[in-house]
């Protein structure tokens, strides 16, 4: 049965530019990824401050792999790393709390599982 993961990243005001820009600098690491069927980077739009990172999987056991992976691991090492160069070339200083250009761009973070038990597709 397929299982849907959402990351659901707490984005401060001013912020979310920057993580659109970092999750498209990792864009295709994923697709790959062995039980993989889907990714969407979904931004919010009535007053919240929550992107929701969504990704389907054929199964628990393939969400899992994909997260021990070296794929995943050096995704998130080159996102560590761009974040360094962009501190290090001054940008993102003076924003406080670690959400400038060079650190986190979330403020928090969680991940929800679900069972995908019904869909729809679109008539004609």
Known sequence: MSVVKINVLTVPEGMGSELEKRFAGRAGLVDS???FEGFQLLRPVEGFDRYLVVTQWRGEEDFQRWTESQAFQRGHAQAAKDAEARQGHGE???HGHGH??????????EVWGFEIVQTAEPKG
């Open 33 to 35: 990824a062995e039980g």
């Open 92 to 94: 993102g200083q003076g």
């Open 100 to 109: 400038g250009h060079g650190g986190p761009v979330s403020s928090a973070a």
